[in-house]
């Protein structure tokens, strides 16, 4: 029987798990990995794109900008498919997980193969293998995948079905408040998640944003400053309470002193990963909050 846990857990337990997910997009040691598939890393998204679509198979630009949702499908075309040309799904996995294992034997080798590691691995499996994936197709994808055996590249897998089963849950989030994929962006940056320039990673046109903008302010969520009103900010909230009710149900399913002790055990780990400098100090990744 599933137990009741809070919501300030939910989302503790991403901020958790977060970095260990997102070091395969910045670490020195997967962009040696990408280089060496063909990929151009003087850009990080065509080995964004290759890692974290790979699970989906050789995916088209429309399913990938329907499942991703934030990015305007012009930049999604500009990569999708051609990373197929670059290297195969199939190839790009298995180069995924030798980054993953040079990533985090570089960026954490006092964790490697410490009991404590094999311990959270153990408690982040049960709750992603908890984690239902119906209607949730990036999730569903990454849960297809075979467990590796090393308990650091379990670890990451369990992070990685977890972090798309929430983000899965999130898109649902901003269908539910009426936000198309541009309006979802503008909407973040007016709550002061990030500076605006920030979410120009996302191939937005100016005209794009203004006019999502216009949208917005429409509605009422913000002002001629481009600012969040009362309206907006409590939209806003309400979404992020929505993305942490979608993505409960794992950790009902571990427990709250399941889910404490993975937080304890992956907690440093985190923080190192945080440290390490790998991180642009302002992006989409939004910890503390989601576009």
């Known amino acids: 029987m599933s137990e009741t846990v809070g919501l300030g857990l939910v989302r503790q337990m991403w901020q958790v798990l977060e970095p260990v997910h997102a070091a395969i997009y910045y670490s020195p040691q997967a962009n040696e990995e990408a280089a060496a598939l063909g990929y151009d890393t003087g850009s990080?998204?065509?080995?964004?794109?290759?890692?974290?679509?790979?699970?989906?198979?050789?995916?088209?630009?429309?399913?990938?900008?329907?499942?991703?949702?934030?990015?305007?499908?012009?930049?999604?075309?500009?990569?999708?498919?051609?990373?197929?040309?670059?290297?195969?799904?199939?190839?790009v996995l298995v180069s995924r997980l030798r980054a993953v294992d040079r990533t985090l034997r570089g960026l954490l080798p006092d964790a490697i193969g410490t009991p404590e590691l094999a311990e959270a691995a153990a408690l982040a499996r049960r709750a992603a293998e908890a984690a239902v994936t119906a209607g949730r197709p990036l999730a569903a994808a990454n849960a297809d995948l075979a467990w590796p055996d090393e308990p650091h590249l379990v670890l990451w897998q369990a992070a990685t079905v977890l972090r798309e089963h929430r983000g899965d849950g999130h898109l649902a989030a901003l269908l539910a408040a009426g936000l198309d994929p541009c309006e979802a962006l503008v909407s973040f940056a007016a709550i002061g998640a990030a500076p605006v320039e920030v979410f120009a990673s996302r191939g937005w046109t100016p005209?794009?944003?203004?006019?999502?903008?216009?949208?917005?302010?429409?509605?009422?969520?913000?002002?001629?400053?481009?600012?969040?009103?009362?309206?907006?900010?409590?939209?806003?909230?309400?979404?992020?309470?929505?993305?942490?009710?979608?993505?409960?149900?794992?950790?009902?399913?571990?427990g709250t002193a399941g889910a404490g002790r993975l937080a304890q055990l992956v907690g440093p780990s985190a923080v190192a990963l945080a440290r390490s400098g790998i991180f642009p100090r302002q992006s989409t990744l939004g910890l503390g909050a989601r576009p």
């Open 44 to 91: 990080r998204w065509p080995s964004y794109f290759a890692w974290r679509t790979a699970p989906l198979g050789a995916a088209g630009p429309e399913l990938v900008t329907a499942i991703y949702y934030s990015f305007s499908p012009a930049m999604i075309r500009d990569y999708v498919p051609a990373i197929w040309n670059t290297a195969a799904p199939e190839t």
């Open 207 to 254: 005209q794009e944003w203004q006019a999502a903008q216009a949208r917005l302010a429409a509605r009422g969520w913000i002002d001629t400053d481009g600012q969040a009103t009362e309206v907006g900010t409590a939209g806003r909230a309400e979404i992020e309470r929505l993305t942490d009710e979608l993505a409960a149900g794992p950790w009902r399913a571990l």
